[in-house]
């Protein structure tokens, strides 16, 4: 079966373009990738399909708008081709290290495809990421005097916020301090999933092969090795100055101001984070050449979404607005025996990179893929037709509810200057011209760019119009049937209604 080339992709979680060193970053978050880069297509514009992750993963792995089976189907559905399930059709060997993501799960469908799918959770999956606990306070005394006065905190008025700050300050001087970073961290770290996927490696046969891996070294609680740290040229953080800082940037009563002076610290520790991924992607490399796979090899990075730091207000990435931190990922693209060329600056929605890989294998899309290959573009350095639509479900921050699954949509279409953002609940659509405002501080007025406003409101009706067709599709009945049974299957004392 020799012959195709192999695809490594890595999908970095919370990795915003404009802090990688290939986008232009200033810090020395990934000199590894920097060099890598020099080889490979660096998409300038590269735009996820939604996020966060579970609106985001549909688009990457099965070029599948995110709420195109209706805003209650999460993941990938049973029968839906993957960009993993089409490589296995062809022969491929395929492994998936996804490290952590309660979203990236077998119950969501992603195993789809896999001869070996670890998703390195610990139960099954039924857990949210959102929840991000301050530390306890102690049962004695002073606890029970604390739980009274929170209990009266509404009635304090001013005095409440002084009441606040003392309090969160008390919690984390009672709260043992953790004995380390690595402690501290929710997710394996790179090195763990990278060990992991380069013993694989060693045990496939010389047939092509697909790897992806899921790393979340990014992602909060922003808790990096101590030697990404040293390679950062940062001092040493001690783990309670680390959980200090990740329970300040958590907490709900501050507003934007008061986060604003610890931002550069929080900042310190996601790239981190960043420079982390970027050294194990050096390991990774550097044993695909010694095992002589890398020259057959395609080698893919890019991200699920951004990450907020303040630039908006808001932190981490609740699906909202479709900000351009949320949104504008990095996809550094090295093809092997393929030319570098510039990539022009319009949007590539990570829709088209799944189509793009098996057109760079010569394999056929299936028709269900909602995107379309860009390899030929890419080849030539032609510019892209260039529009590239992101969505979400506004707040929906723990889907593992399902009734929060079903708010109201918001929509962004994005062209290389223009992006218009819709809400439909209330009603609201902003037009930013991203060459005059690339921070998208202020919406057009609605006076302005009015033939421009039609022409992007009319590829969104289009979107629409696509989504409710699809919501009569096998794919989403099919999706449903599995949710239910899930949901029955964890119902107590209760049985499958489907023999097994
Ligand atoms: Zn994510």
């Known amino acids: 079966m ?273 420079r982390w991924v970027d050294e194990q992607m050096k390991v990774l490399v550097e044993f695909l050449q010694h095992a002589n796979r890398w020259d057959d090899s395609i080698f893919v990075l890019t991200a699920d979404h951004g990450e907020e730091f303040l630039d908006h207000g808001g932190r981490y990435h609740p699906p909202s607005r479709l900000m351009e931190e949320l949104i504008h990922v990095p996809l550094l693209l090295r093809i092997p025996g393929v030319s570098k060329r510039e990539v022009s600056k319009a949007p590539f929605s990570l829709i088209h990179l799944a189509p793009t890989l098996l057109d760079a294998v010569q394999l056929t899309a299936p028709v269900e893929f909602h995107g379309r290959s860009r390899f030929g573009a890419l080849q030539r350095g032609e510019r892209f037709e260039g529009v590239a639509l992101s969505e979400c479900v506004a707040g929906c921050t723990n889907p593992f509810h399902a009734e929060n699954r079903i708010g109201p949509r918001v929509l962004s279409v994005r062209e290389a200057r223009y992006k218009l953002v819709l809400h439909f609940d209330p009603v609201a659509e902003d037009l930013y011209d991203l060459e005059a405002d690339p921070g998208e501080q202020t919406p057009l007025a609605s006076t302005e760019q009015k033939a421009v406003r039609r022409r992007l409101l009319e590829i969104a009706r289009e979107h629409l119009k696509q989504a409710i067709a699809h919501q009569e599709s096998p794919a989403r009945v099919q999706a449903l049937l599995r949710d239910l049974q899930i949901e029955w299957n964890h119902a107590p004392g209760k049985a499958s209604p489907v023999a097994s």
């Not at 296995?88 to 993501?101: C, D, I, M, Q």
């Not at 992806?212 to 992602?219: S, V």
């Open 2 to 274: 020799r012959g195709r080339k192999s695809i490594v992709l890595v999908t970095v979680d919370c990795l915003r373009a404009d802090h990688v060193g290939f986008m232009g970053y200033g810090r020395p978050t990934t000199p590894f990738l920097d060099s890598l880069a020099q080889q490979s297509f660096v998409v300038p514009t590269a735009i996820v399909a939604g996020a966060p992750t579970y609106y985001s993963l549909p688009a990457i792995t099965a070029s599948r708008y995110p709420l195109a089976l209706g805003r209650d189907v999460l993941g990938v559905g049973p029968e839906e081709p993957t960009l993993a399930s089409v490589l296995k059709g062809a022969g491929y060997s395929a492994a998936a290290f996804a490290g952590g993501n309660p979203y990236l799960s077998a119950r969501f469908g992603y195993e789809r495809g896999f001869d070996l799918f670890r998703d390195y959770l610990e139960s099954d999956g039924a857990q949210t990421m959102e929840e991000n606990p301050q530390p306890a306070a102690s049962s004695g005394l002073a606890g029970r005097l604390n739980r009274k006065l929170q209990a009266i905190r509404p009635a304090m008025g001013p005095l409440g916020f002084v009441y606040d700050a003392l309090y969160f300050e008390y919690c984390q001087r009672v709260t043992p301090a953790p004995a380390s970073l690595d402690s501290l961290r929710r997710f394996p770290a790179a090195d763990v999933i990278v060990d992991d996927a380069c013993r694989w490696l060693a045990s496939v046969s010389y047939t092509p092969f697909f790897l992806w891996l899921h790393l979340m070294d990014p992602h909060s609680p922003y808790c990096p090795k101590d030697a990404a740290l040293g390679l950062m040229g940062q001092k040493p953080v001690t783990p309670y100055r680390a959980r200090y800082m990740n329970s300040y940037w958590n907490r709900s009563d501050l507003g934007p101001r008061r986060f604003q002076r610890h931002r550069d610290e929080v900042v310190g520790l996601y790239d981190a984070g960043v």
